[in-house]
């Protein structure tokens, strides 16, 4: 029995267990908060 051919998402997937990558969703939440900061947006002055 031939095995299917994997996926581009199987093949990241193997690749970041096999680099010992935080699975870890709510972790993985809180790196990103810390990095995508980005300032409030100016206020439009109202007319």
Same mark, same amino acid.
């Given at each position: 029995?031939?095995? =299917?051919?994997?996926?581009? !998402? /199987? +093949? &990241? !997937? /193997? #690749?970041?267990? =096999? #680099?010992?990558? /935080? =699975?870890? *969703?709510?972790? &993985?939440? =809180?790196? #990103?908060? +810390? #990095? !995508? +900061? !980005? %300032? %409030?947006? %100016? +206020?439009? %002055? *109202? *007319?």
């Amino acid at each position: 029995m031939a095995d =299917e051919p994997k996926t581009q !998402a /199987d +093949k &990241f !997937a /193997d #690749l970041a267990r =096999e #680099l010992e990558c /935080d =699975e870890d *969703e709510e972790a &993985f939440d =809180e790196r #990103l908060r +810390k #990095l !995508a +900061k !980005a %300032p %409030p947006a %100016p +206020k439009k %002055p *109202e *007319e």
